[in-house]
């Protein structure tokens, strides 16, 4: 088993940024692919960013140019840098490890709220 822990949600104006993080736990060996997703009011959880153990990155095109997913091995941690951040940034966001399983794991979430 894997436990997600994130932080760094918040309040936050548009125009601004923020940085989650995202430590691992546990059977660290299964982490693989890790990402971040997001869920708003009303939608379904949508991928935001992944990176694989090796730093292959991903992005939706939401937030492409302006986020930045990175990683620490030694660290087993996770971070998701959103710049620019919009209204529509709002939801919450979810960290997941091994991606590539049947079955990813999953944090429990930290909400972010995007004024205008």
């Known amino acids: 088993q894997v436990q997600l822990v994130e932080s760094g949600g918040g309040l936050v104006q548009a125009g601004g940024s923020l940085r989650l993080s995202c430590a691992a736990s546990?059977?660290?060996?299964?982490?693989?692919?890790m990402g971040w997703y997001r869920q708003a009011p009303g939608k379904q959880r949508e991928l935001v960013a992944s990176i694989t153990r090796g730093g292959i990155t991903n992005y939706a095109d939401s937030v492409k140019g302006r986020s930045t997913i990175s990683r620490d091995n030694a660290k087993n941690t996770v971070y998701l840098q959103i710049n620019s951040l919009k209204p529509e940034d709002t939801g919450i966001y979810y960290c997941a490890a091994g991606l590539t399983r049947t079955v990813p794991y999953w944090g429990q979430g930290t909400q972010v709220t995007v004024s205008s």
């Open positions: 546990g059977s660290l060996f299964s982490i693989g692919t």
